[in-house]
């Protein structure tokens, strides 16, 4: 499986997004993905209690521990590389959390527009 090359929304090397806990569809710290990636894992997020129920609300409860998928539940504040359509749903339903441009995949830009992108990033001076 090969992964796609590791380059962010501004055609520069990706930054990490998180190592504790640990995120990425391939669990190596950063939004990496590769066509095996259905989900496009690719947004790299603050995230926000807003976030974390609308995303229960919807079926994907990530703040309840999974211990055998080694997932340690996240809370507010945590760094994640999140689905880029469930990003853009959340914004939609006005509770996206803000985003790391450095660390999202420039894939996600195949989903939501960078101009959408930049107006939740808090990583621009």
Not at 88 to 98: Q, V
Request: with cysteine.
């Amino acid at each position: 499986m090969d992964i796609d090359e590791s380059l962010n929304v501004f055609n520069e090397p990706l930054q990490s997004c998180n190592e504790d806990p640990v995120t990425g569809f391939f669990r190596d710290g950063c939004c990496n993905t590769s066509e095996a990636d259905a989900g496009s894992h690719t947004i790299c997020v603050k995230l926000t209690k807003d976030f974390l129920n609308y995303s229960r609300s919807q079926g994907n409860d990530l703040t309840t521990p999974m211990p055998q998928y080694n997932f340690p539940g996240l809370k507010e504040g945590d760094h994640w590389c999140l689905c880029a359509a469930r990003w853009k749903e959340a914004h939609e339903a006005d509770c996206a959390p803000r985003v790391y441009l450095q660390s999202t995949h420039q894939r996600a830009l195949e989903v939501v527009p960078i101009e959408t992108l930049r107006h939740y990033a808090v990583d621009l001076n």
